[in-house]
């Protein structure tokens, strides 16, 4: 019991004592008379460590990455290692959570949609990889609503149903409030908080969901609300408070622009653990391996009451592992937070260059000196009973590439850039499409396609006008006849995902323009494509003169001109939002003008495919009309 629920239970003791003097002659004082009275134990400091992951989005196998890494003295080179996976969480979490004191393991959202374990599975595999971890809490992300409340229910099932974890994980969020048509209405599967208790003192955790963009770019109810973050926050610290709970975390997956935000309104905060932007907080020593975070870990803010508010994220896919100790003083106030994000990979060091030499025993000692001096990687070693869990999932995941989804009327041909001089023989095809007059004219049908493709999920997701590809992205044909979920994931093959971004008309001609100078330097993979834009092309002409004519597509489907000063709602891949591939201009898109979408760009072609009409496997993938190529007209 805390301090201010003991002065609440003396007080109403010496109320009944006051009502009973009004029939008794007198009170008797004497402290033998009040020997059963628990003495009052005063508060003290507690250590909590908060183990933390957001944003894993279905992501629950290892992938790889390259590092600029210590290979001897002062000499960086590039080198490929494994990374991520959620075994490798796993063992870190599970590590961190038996030698840290009073741990409280927590996920802040989107867990699930992303890969295809996801469409396999609707969340068992997700939630069974879930239980080798036993998290303590779960906020419910934009994402856990991509199926419905039908399918999030589906997938709290899971999580209660699989694994052996002594204590079920609590799935949170305080500002929904579920329709009557919503399967999880009035069924207490979801609460607005949870409180824990460690060393006999309470810890409150508060969930939060990102109101609008659930609403709006995700699938809930349509009865189901989402109501205002900061208003509902400061109403249950507020009830949490009045019951002597003095240490507030909030389990928020709202972004880092708006968990900032939220620190400074709110009153009586202490932890905010995030999510939904993807975000990377840790040391800016990770700039010289290659990684850049966006702040520090943690990000260490006041709050309305100017008392120390801790905020952290731990980016996503299952890269990370966040790491926090908070110390609260006997009031309840934090003394100290620190802590680091843990950027998992495995030993597996090779350099990347073609033909180069092993690493020697002596660069392999000097590379792990180097990890060890990051303060942020970390080795870790997959864990063996979560290995063991998902392999049927992985088995299962490999057998649904054979599934057949669709059939392709047409050659769909692949193409980097229109025209008879840059790109005329890309096509595995052959002269079908390396010479055929309609692609010379407008490019490759399969990169318009999965131009179209992800301008659909765009508008499914926040309402896209515009959605822009490099050719170079998109790697093999189409051919007529069967197309399977493995030759989707052949057609984009690399590990990107859906990034929204908030650009003018102005923007997104430049970007345009970069694209196309890199273009007449020979790097045909930049070539753009787009949904919903159209432009004419004459790489005769000097940089940033090079598009014309160009036209957005308007709700009823006809072309406009592009407004230059308008702000229009852009889906593009992280690989060119981060200004790769020379889209240089989009990298100045930043903050609350760039969303992380998290959906993996493979997956969001297959669910374009799947979304066609007809029967499962049977549906027609075939050109698209005219006008929707983004190139109407090409000179060079």
């Not at 622009?257 to 620190?263: I, R, V």
């Not at 096509?427 to 493709?453: R, T, W």
Request: one cysteine or more.
């Amino acid at each position: 019991m805390s301090f201010n629920n003991k002065l609440t239970r003396y007080s109403g003791f010496t109320c009944s004592l006051l009502v009973s003097s009004m029939f008794l002659t007198g009170c008797n004082n004497d402290s033998k008379e009040n020997t059963n009275i628990t003495p009052v134990i005063p508060p003290k400091p507690l250590e909590v460590n908060l183990v933390h992951i957001n944003d894993s989005h279905s992501h629950l196998d290892e992938e790889s990455t390259k590092l600029m890494l210590e290979t001897s003295m002062g000499k960086r080179e590039e080198i490929q290692v494994s990374n991520g996976g959620f075994a490798r969480v796993a063992a870190l979490m599970n590590t961190l959570a038996s030698t840290e004191k009073n741990p409280i393991k927590i996920h802040s959202g989107d867990a699930i949609t992303g890969d295809l374990y996801f469409t396999l599975k609707e969340g068992e595999a997700e939630a069974d990889l879930m239980n080798s971890v036993c998290f303590d809490t779960l906020t419910l992300g934009n994402h856990e609503f991509d199926n419905t409340d039908d399918g999030l229910k589906k997938f709290i099932g899971f999580l209660n149903d699989k694994g052996n974890c002594e204590n079920k994980t609590q799935v949170l969020s305080a500002n929904v409030e579920f329709g009557k048509t919503s399967a999880l209405y009035q069924t207490n599967l979801v609460k607005p908080y949870t409180v824990m208790e460690k060393e006999g003192q309470k810890i409150a955790l508060i969930g939060l969901t990102i109101a609008n963009k659930t609403k709006n770019a995700s699938r809930p109810n349509q009865d189901t609300v989402f109501n205002d973050e900061v208003v509902t926050a400061q109403k249950y610290i507020d009830e949490l408070k009045q019951q002597g709970i003095n240490k507030i975390i909030v389990q928020s997956h709202l972004g880092y622009g708006l968990e900032k935000d939220l620190a400074t309104k709110l009153s009586g905060v202490d932890v905010i653990v995030g999510g939904d932007s993807h975000t990377l907080l840790a040391d800016a020593k990770l700039k010289s391996y290659g990684i850049s975070p966006e702040g520090d870990y943690p990000t260490v803010l006041k709050n309305k009451d100017g008392d120390q508010v801790c905020v952290v994220q731990a980016w996503q896919y299952s890269y990370v592992v966040g790491q926090l100790k908070v110390n609260f003083d006997a009031d309840g106030k934090i003394e100290a937070c620190a802590g680091k994000a843990n950027v998992l990979i495995g030993d597996d060091f090779k350099r990347t260059a073609k033909d180069a030499p092993a690493l020697m025993s002596t660069e392999l000692d000097s590379i792990k000196r180097d990890i060890e001096n990051s303060n942020s990687l970390r080795i870790v070693q997959p864990d063996a009973i979560a290995l063991s869990i998902l392999e049927p999932y992985k088995v299962a995941k490999n057998l649904l590439g054979k599934e057949k989804v669709a059939i392709a009327n047409d050659n769909l041909c692949l193409r980097r850039v229109p025209g008879m001089t840059k790109d005329t023989s890309r096509s595995s095809l052959g002269d079908v499409c390396n010479k055929a007059d309609f692609i010379n004219q407008h490019g490759g049908d399969v990169q318009q396609l999965v131009a179209e493709a992800f301008l659909q999920q765009g508008k499914k997701y926040f309402n896209a006008d515009i959605s822009i590809q490099n050719g170079g992205g998109v790697r093999v044909d189409l051919p007529q006849g069967d197309i399977t979920v493995e030759k989707i994931y052949t057609v984009l093959p690399f590990k990107n995902t859906l990034v929204q971004l908030n650009a003018t008309g102005q923007e997104i001609k430049a970007v345009l323009e970069d694209a196309m100078d890199a273009v007449t330097s020979n790097n045909t993979g930049s070539y753009p494509y787009a949904g919903g834009l159209q432009w004419d092309v004459d790489l005769t002409k000097a940089k940033g003169q090079r598009l014309s004519n160009l036209k957005v597509r308007n709700a009823q489907g006809q072309y406009q001109p592009l407004n230059m000063n308008q702000t229009y709602q852009v889906i593009t891949i992280n690989f060119l939002a981060d200004g790769q591939d020379f889209y240089t201009s989009f990298k100045d898109i930043t903050g609350e003008r760039r969303i992380d979408v998290g959906l993996d760009y493979a997956e969001a072609f297959l669910q374009y495919v799947e979304g066609l009409p007809g029967e499962k496997g049977q549906k027609a993938l075939s050109r698209l009309p005219v006008e929707q190529y983004s190139t109407q007209n090409y000179k060079e």
